[in-house]
């Protein structure tokens, strides 16, 4: 990029302006020229050092850029994953692929900030939140998040807004939770100064200093449990409880709110969202009433519009960092919408009686699975599972080869 021509011409192009408009610009940053400017904020080792940089303004068809594309996508290996951990393949309605995934007028549409033109966007966000909550139980929803590790690190710097003990800066995470989740709240945690300590259920660390809790269900080894007694252990010194839950397995216990938890986060991928070889996904953030001012992210509302007909619009936004800038609750980005209401198509497409049936043919296909390996000769460790199981093996390694050699 260090030639004139090349770089005037990009400014000009995609700027739209004009010669004595850029050098003004220049010359009020200090810098006489676009190549002094360009060399100044771009590091040596990642610029153009030949002519090669005209090759970027080349055009070209829309048939040449697809070919290209499609030989791009097709150096990806595709192979049955099988780890689980919060991913899990599964299967997009063809209605809601075309009509939602591949229409333009869902997946090019931003943030809708002009509620009256944006009512069938707004309602289908709606949804979302609806769900979520019918699902946790909980009254408040927001729509949405990124994944679920960035939902748990929101719930965590939440749980310590609301610390009612300003001195508390441990957090605990059961050992349950999934490992990029944990990953993800330990880049949280450093710059608010908080502590992170893993916990089993039988060996609770101290609560003098702890404002918040995150527990798993199912946990990464596949076990659910009643967290019950747990949570009240922790309500007793007002540490502030997060679930992980996974939306399919919660079709199949009571909301996970009625087990006494504060706030409910998870991943809504499982609903019709596809893998996309690791991302991204919608997630969920669910709560009680308590910290409806808190929680991050949109959330759309409902009202009456002046002529008394129901209208949607985005509640309580000022939560958000381009308008309240360091008061936010949150510094997120992005609610990858488009997916979160690709989830809630997905629920009302195969509705309440749908989704029990979904869940619980994952029950049966574990069952099966568990009876197969066990006439095998795997051990199968005891305990209440949903889809997942872990199974240990001396020949580990050589079953994982031979799975990869099968594309599995």
């Not at 610009?25 to 080792?45: A, C, R, T």
């Not at 951990?85 to 063809?94: I, R």
């Amino acid at each position: 990029m260090k030639s004139t021509v090349n770089s005037d011409l990009f400014i000009n192009r995609h700027l739209g302006l004009s010669d004595a408009d850029e050098q003004k610009m220049l010359s009020k940053l200090g810098f006489n020229n676009i190549d002094q400017f360009i060399n100044q904020v771009i590091p040596e080792d990642i610029q153009l050092k030949d002519k090669s940089s005209e090759i970027l303004l080349q055009g070209c068809s829309e048939i040449e850029a697809l070919n290209e594309l499609e030989e791009i996508a097709n150096e990806n290996t595709k192979m049955r994953s099988l780890i689980g951990l919060g991913y899990y393949d599964n299967h997009m309605p063809k209605v809601i692929q075309r009509h939602v995934l591949e229409n333009p007028r869902w997946y090019t549409s931003y943030t809708p900030y002009q509620a009256e033109i944006a009512q069938g966007r707004l309602e289908a966000l709606f949804n979302f939140q609806t769900i979520v909550c019918e699902l946790t139980g909980f009254p408040v929803a927001n729509a949405s998040l990124l994944d679920e590790g960035t939902a748990a690190a929101e719930a965590m710097a939440m749980s310590f807004s609301a610390r009612k003990n300003k001195s508390s800066k441990v957090y605990l995470v059961e050992s349950n939770v999934f490992d990029h989740t944990f990953n993800v709240l330990q880049t949280r945690a450093k710059p608010l100064g908080i502590s992170l300590k893993r916990f089993t259920q039988s060996n609770l660390p101290n609560h003098d200093d702890v404002f918040g809790m995150l527990l798993q269900l199912p946990g990464k080894n596949g076990q659910l449990y009643d967290p019950t007694f747990l949570i009240s252990q922790a309500h007793r010194s007002e540490i502030i409880v997060t679930a992980c839950i996974d939306p399919l397995a919660q079709v199949l216990i009571k909301p996970i709110s009625e087990f006494g938890v504060d706030v409910a986060v998870g991943s809504m991928q499982r609903f019709g969202v596809p893998m996309g070889f690791g991302g991204p996904h919608a997630a969920y953030f669910a709560c009680s009433e308590k910290y409806k001012r808190l929680i991050p992210g949109r959330i759309v509302g409902q009202t009456l519009s002046k002529n008394g007909e129901k209208s949607l619009r985005l509640a309580l936004q000022t939560r958000e960092q381009h308008i309240r800038r360091e008061k936010a609750t949150s510094n997120i980005c992005t609610a990858q919408s488009l997916l979160a209401i690709i989830s809630s198509f997905y629920a009302i497409y195969h509705g309440p009686s749908g989704l029990t049936q979904i869940a619980k043919r994952l029950v049966e296909l574990r069952i099966n699975l568990e009876s197969s390996l066990a006439a095998l000769g795997f051990d199968i460790p005891d305990g209440i599972r949903f889809d997942s199981v872990d199974v240990y093996s001396e020949h580990s390694q050589r079953i994982h080869n031979e799975a990869l050699k099968k594309r599995l």
